[in-house]
């Protein structure tokens, strides 16, 4: 069996429901430390995190990725046991298997391979949080507060979340959109619904400003992102009773926003709406993060071409998709791009990733480092 494969499954056996890391991290550095990196143990409330570099100078490539993982769920419903890492038929079974463990896996021996073989011109880190599945506030945002603050500079970053779609490769993203979180509770005045002259339904009142929102044309995206949208993810009013009226009215909702708007442009065009149709509100925000994008350059050359060499496939760029770790990384300058394997089976039962993929993963990842620090 491979080193990849025999490393991915030591992951994976670990329970490390976010934000527990259930020892993954310890295991990653003592690979590390074999091929000369020195480490920084960084634990931010209940969140650990691995800052793992080589020595010297010269431009910096890191490989980001996290050891958290969603719940399993009921563990009766699966067919392979969610932290057993069986391999069945060719895949590889278990929760993180695709996202990500098994990425970081394919890193980790595509360093080994290239640092093993010979020198390199430049630096290789990683950065590896168990907070990514969870909140997402002491884990990459943190660490990278903590590189700046030491005059870090990362020059390079492949984030392993599981892109690819029918086969490896065919995804990489080099860009995600913004996500902006909003929670609304529309006052109202509570009453009996026969006597709808004494109370103020929210609902009725907040109906008309509801269609501004949802027919509002936000932008018209551009050539790396599609245009923003708006969705309500939740609508909530009532005491349970049939006659009453409604005395509040809460909303959350999301926008995916593109580069051609702000997050502070889009809560000034809400509040706007909301002001236009006589709306007594409480509003609060939460920035997930902001839209980033890697246009052709260095990394995504070396990127495509280490993908065509290995897996004799062209690639196709792509921003779609929820929120990452990327998104932490990118405003400080870096280049940054997300590659990993096939994701149709993540956060579901029986998550899983193909064996020979995973052999694939590797060797593009060796092939993108020799390429990027001219390895001799």
């Known amino acids: 069996m491979s080193k990849t494969i025999e490393l991915a ?5 670990c329970e490390s429901i976010t934000p527990a890391d259930a020892g993954c991290q310890k295991i990653i550095a003592n690979r590390l430390t074999s091929v000369g990196f020195i480490h920084e143990n ?6 650990d995190n691995l800052w793992s570099v080589t020595p010297g100078t010269g431009p910096l490539f890191v490989f980001a990725g996290h050891t958290d993982v969603v719940p399993t769920g009921p563990t009766e419903s699966w067919t392979h046991p969610p932290f057993g890492a069986e391999i069945h038929k060719g895949y590889l ?7 990500m463990k098994s990425s970081i896996a394919a890193m980790v021996v595509a360093v080994e391979r290239v640092l093993e073989q010979g020198k390199i011109d430049g630096r290789i880190g990683f950065l590896i949080t168990s907070d990514e599945e969870g909140p997402a506030i002491n884990g990459t945002v943190k660490v ?14 492949i984030v392993g979340e599981p892109t690819s779609t029918s086969s490896l490769g065919d995804i990489i993203k080099n860009g995600r959109r913004g996500s902006l979180n909003g929670h609304v509770v529309v006052k109202g005045k509570q009453g009996h619904v026969a006597y709808p002259h004494l109370g103020i339904n929210p609902v009725h009142k907040f109906a008309k400003a ?4 949802t027919s509002e044309q936000w932008d018209n995206g551009n050539e790396f992102f599609p245009a923003t949208t708006f969705q309500v993810s939740n609508l909530q009013a009532g005491t349970g009773a049939e006659n009453v009226i409604p005395g509040e009215l809460a909303i959350r909702f999301n ?3 593109s580069t051609e708007v702000t997050a502070d442009e889009l809560k000034q065009r809400v509040l706007d709406i909301l002001k236009e149709h006589d709306i007594d509100y409480e509003i609060t925000w939460r920035l997930s993060g902001n839209p980033f994008i890697t246009e052709r350059g260095k990394l995504v050359d070396a990127t495509e071409a280490a993908i065509q060499k290995v897996c004799h496939s062209n690639t196709e760029l792509s921003t779609s998709g929820g929120t990452s770790d990327g998104r932490f990384i990118a405003p400080t300058g870096a280049q940054v791009l997300e590659l990993g394997p096939c994701n149709a089976t993540i956060h579901q039962v029986d998550e899983c990733v193909s064996v020979s993929d995973l052999e694939q993963l590797t060797d593009v990842y060796e092939e993108l480092l020799r390429d990027l620090l001219q390895t001799s």
């Open 9 to 13: 499954q030591q992951l994976v056996r």
């Open 42 to 47: 960084l634990r931010f409330g209940d969140v």
């Open 93 to 99: 079974y278990g929760r993180g298997s695709a996202d």
């Open 144 to 157: 990278v507060e903590h590189l700046e603050t030491n005059n870090v500079k990362i020059d390079w970053c």
């Open 210 to 213: 509801l269609d501004a929102l």
């Open 255 to 257: 926008f995916r926003f």
